[in-house]
């Protein structure tokens, strides 16, 4: 009877075992490859630099926003906005964005569709969208998404501080 029980308690372990090594056998070895590559190139940029810098540009094109307070937690967001002229909002914003490329070193980000318009910098990304046209008699909106890669960090370690895989000695 007791030795039933102790091969019934062993089956499990050896076939473990044996899943282990035929895994094992047929796998490559792991390897570390080192840290992982950055998200982003270039230094961090803060979120009032990068505010600043959009603000300008819309501003020397003749359009108004302004800083909405970022209410979201652990997570580095902008938004600006404000209304311009419903038939130059569109030709305005355009100029701007070509702007922040050519004077402040923006590039194009992701295409997202005719309706927005994508740039990225260092650790962040601009969205701005253009919204349908507006009533009569109102101004349009323009709204401008400011997102971060680091949670708002401004600065970034220049070297990892350690290895990309330690393992633990003595495990059992």
């Known amino acids: 009877m007791r030795q039933r029980q102790r091969r019934a308690a062993l089956a499990p372990l050896v076939m473990a075992a044996l899943v282990t090594a035929a895994a094992t056998a047929c796998a490559p070895p792991l390897r570390d490859l080192g840290p992982l ?7 961090p940029l803060t979120a009032d630099t990068v505010v600043s810098e959009m603000t300008s540009v819309l501003a ?7 800083r909405e307070p970022s209410g979201v937690l652990g997570r580095c967001t902008e938004r600006l906005s404000g209304r311009h002229e419903p038939h130059t909002v569109e030709a305005a914003v355009k ?3 070509a702007r922040a490329r050519s004077e402040h070193g923006w590039q194009a980000g992701p295409d997202t569709g005719s309706e927005t318009i994508t740039l990225k910098k260092s650790n962040w990304t601009v969205l701005v969208g253009f919204n349908g046209e ?9 709204i401008v998404s400011l997102m971060c890669l680091d949670g708002g960090a401004s600065t970034a370690p220049a070297t990892p501080t350690g290895p990309a895989f330690t393992p633990v000695p003595g495990a059992s």
């Open 134 to 142: 507006p009533a009569q008699g109102i101004q349009a909106p323009v």
């Open 95 to 97: 100029a701007a964005v």
């Open 37 to 43: 590559p950055p998200r982003f190139t270039g230094p």
């Open 60 to 66: 020397a094109e003749g359009v108004t926003v302004k």
